[in-house]
C-alpha cells in the first residue's frame, strides 16, 4: 500500500464494541423533542381500520386469513348475503 492508503483495516490493537444503542446529551435531546421515562407494561389502543372486497364463484366457500392478528367487532351482513 502507498503511504497513507491501505491501513484502513489493519489493527491498532484496540478493540471496538458495536452498540445497538445512541446517546445524547441533554440539551440535544430536549431540542428534538426526545423524552425518557421508566418502561411500563400496558395494553395499547391501536388498531386497524379498512375495507375489501372479495369475490369467489357462489357455490364455493372461501378461508380469509389475515397477515396479522385481529377480531371482528362487528358484522353487519348475514352469511350469504350480497355485499
Known sequence: ????????????????????SIQVDAETAQRLGIKVSPVT????????????????LPSQKIEVNTPIPGKVVELLVEPGANV
Not at 4 to 16: C, I, L, N, W, Y
Not at 41 to 56: D, P, V
Open 41 to 56: 407494561r400496558q395494553q395499547l389502543a391501536i388498531g386497524i381500520k379498512t375495507t375489501g372486497q372479495i369475490e369467489t
Open 1 to 20: 500500500a502507498h503511504a497513507g492508503h491501505g491501513d484502513e483495516f489493519h489493527s491498532s490493537g484496540e478493540t471496538t464494541q458495536v452498540s445497538n
